[in-house]
C-alpha cells in the first residue's frame, strides 16, 4: 500500500498529513531523491542542498543591472525557522535535493474572499445583469444561503488554489452582514484551525452591505470581539450615505479592539477623495492606526490627475496608510509607480476567485508581478526583479543596490522554490512553482 492510500484509507487526511509530517517530507523527499532523509520529528530539522539563492547584481559599463548573480547554497531548517546557510554541500545524502531550483520568500495574497466563491463547484461565469454595489447586495442577499453549504468545501478549494501557486498567507475579508451573520466567519475561521500547519490567514470583518444601509452593527461589534485582525468597509457615501459617520465608527471600533481598518473604495468621484481625505484625517489624528490602516482598490486614485497623485500619495505615506490593489488595467490603471515613489505601501491580491463579483482569478501572484511589469514598463532585469515584491508583500532577496537581504538565519521559513534562474525570470515567464514550504512543513501542492 502507498503511503497515499494508507493515509487517506486511515481517515487522516489533512489532519494526519498534520500529525506526521515526518511522512510528507518523506514522501516529497522520495520524489526528488532516492536516498534515505533523516529528520528530527519532533523540531522537523532537515537539510535543503542544490538551493539556489541571489547573491547579487552584475552591471554594464553604464551602471545598468543587466544580470543578476546567484550560487548554490545548502540551508537548514529547525523548528520552523532557518538556522544555517552556507556554501552547498551536494555530497550530504541525507539532504532534500532541490534540484537548482530558485528559492523565493513564499508569496503573499493580500486581497481574497476565502467565504464566497463559485470556485471548487460547477463552472459559472459572473451574471453581467446586476449593477453597481447595491444591486450586488440584493443579488448575495439571495445567493449566499444558497452557496452557504459548500463554505468550508469551497475555501479549501481556494486555499489548495493559492498553494498551488506558491501562496501560503493571505488576508481574507469574510462578509459580516445580516444575511450571513457571523455563520461564515466561524466557517473560515475553523478552516484556517485546521490548516493552520500549511497556511496562515489574517481575516477582515467586512460589513459587504454596508454598515447601516443594512444594519450591520452590532454584528460588526460582536466580530470584533473575536479574533479577527481588520474592520473593513466599504464606499461609505454610496451604501451609508454618510463618509464621516461610518468611518467614524469604524475608527472606534478598531481603537477598541486593537484592530487595523481595511477598507473597500471603489468610488471614482468627489466622495472617493473625500473619504480618502477624511480617512487619512482620522489615522494622524489616531497614530495608532498608522500601519494599520490601508484602503483596498482606491480605485478614486487613477481618476486624479499627476499633480493630485503626488499630492494624496505623499498624505498616504506620511499617514502609514497602504494601498491594496489587483492592478486592473484597461480604464483604472492605478498609480502603483507614485505611490512607490512616495514611500506608500503596496500590496496586492486576486480578490475575486471565479464568484458573483468577477469571472476571472487565477490565484497566481507571480501573475500579478507580471502584470504589474507590463503595466508599467518595468521591463529591465532590475525592474522585473524589483516586481517581485507585489507577490510577497515587499519581501526582495535583494535590495536596489544588489546587497542580499534575504534569506538570513533566524528567518522564518516560509519558502518557494521556483524553475527559474533569478526572480526577473521568475516574474517575465510566470514560471513554474514546484515546492512550497511554510514554517518548516512541505506543504503538498498539485
Known amino acids: 500500500m502507498t503511503r497515499k492510500d494508507f493515509l487517506r484509507k ?3 487526511g489533512i489532519v494526519g498529513l498534520q500529525l506526521i509530517p515526518f511522512l510528507l517530507n518523506e514522501e516529497i523527499h522520495s520524489k526528488r531523491n532516492n536516498n534515505f532523509l533523516k529528520i528530527n520529528e519532533m523540531k522537523n530539522e532537515f537539510v535543503l542542498k542544490n538551493v539556489l539563492l541571489e547573491t547579487g547584481f552584475g552591471y554594464n559599463a553604464e551602471g545598468q543591472v543587466i ?7 545548502s540551508i537548514e531548517i529547525s523548528d520552523g525557522k532557518i538556522i544555517k546557510i552556507y556554501s552547498n554541500n551536494n555530497s550530504d545524502l541525507n539532504a532534500i535535493d532541490m534540484q537548482g ?5 513564499s508569496f503573499k495574497d493580500m486581497h481574497i474572499h476565502l467565504d464566497k466563491t463559485y470556485f471548487g463547484g460547477p463552472w459559472k461565469a459572473k451574471n453581467t445583469n446586476v449593477k453597481g454595489v447595491k444591486g450586488m447586495i440584493k443579488f448575495e442577499k439571495e445567493l449566499l444561503p444558497k452557496i452557504a453549504p ?23 475579508h469574510i462578509n459580516i ?23 496562515e490567514a489574517e481575516l477582515v470583518a467586512f460589513p459587504q452591505h454596508g454598515v447601516y444601509y443594512t444594519d450591520s452593527v452590532n454584528l460588526l461589534k460582536e466580530a470584533a470581539k473575536t479574533d479577527i485582525d481588520f474592520i ?3 464606499d461609505p457615501y454610496t451604501l451609508d450615505g454618510s463618509i464621516e459617520k461610518t468611518i467614524d465608527f469604524t475608527v472606534e471600533l478598531a481603537l477598541d479592539h486593537n484592530k487595523g481598518i481595511d477598507m473597500h473604495l471603489h468610488e471614482m468621484n468627489k466622495y472617493g477623495l473625500d473619504t480618502v481625505e477624511y480617512i487619512i484625517k482620522k489615522v494622524n489624528e489616531n497614530p495608532a492606526l498608522k500601519g494599520k490602516t490601508f484602503l483596498s482598490h482606491c480605485f478614486i486614485l487613477a481618476a486624479l490627475d499627476n499633480l493630485e497623485q503626488e499630492r494624496i500619495a505623499a498624505k498616504l505615506a506620511n499617514a502609514g496608510v497602504g494601498i491594496i490593489s489587483t492592478i486592473p488595467f484597461g480604464k483604472i490603471s492605478m498609480p502603483i509607480p507614485t505611490l512607490y515613489k512616495h514611500g506608500v ?11 458573483h463579483w468577477d469571472s476571472f482569478g487565477t490565484g497566481s501572484m507571480l501573475q500579478k508581478a507580471n502584470l504589474m511589469a507590463q503595466l508599467y514598463g518595468y521591463n529591465s532585469e532590475f ?4 516586481c517581485l515584491k507585489i507577490a510577497t508583500a515587499n519581501k526582495l532577496p535583494l535590495n536596489d543596490l544588489g546587497e542580499q537581504q534575504w534569506p538570513k538565519i533566524g528567518d522564518v521559513a516560509n519558502l518557494v522554490f521556483v524553475d527559474a534562474s533569478c526572480s526577473a525570470e521568475a516574474v517575465a515567464r510566470i514560471s513554474p512553482i514546484k515546492n512550497l514550504i511554510h514554517k518548516g512543513n512541505f506543504v503538498k501542492i498539485s
Open 10 to 12: 486511515s481517515g487522516l
Open 67 to 73: 544580470v543578476t548573480e546567484t550560487n548554490l547554497f
Open 101 to 105: 531550483l530558485l528559492m523565493l520568500p
Open 150 to 172: 459548500e463554505t468550508s468545501f469551497r475555501a479549501n478549494k481556494i486555499i489548495d488554489l493559492l498553494q498551488s501557486n506558491g501562496t501560503s498567507f493571505t488576508r481574507s
Open 177 to 199: 452582514e445580516p444575511t450571513s451573520k457571523l455563520d461564515r466567519l466561524h466557517e473560515i475561521q475553523k478552516v484556517l484551525e485546521n490548516r493552520k500547519n500549511d497556511f
Open 232 to 234: 473593513g468597509g466599504v
Open 345 to 355: 505601501t503596496v500590496y496586492s491580491g486576486n480578490d475575486s476567485i471565479t464568484d
Open 383 to 386: 525592474g522585473l526583479s524589483r
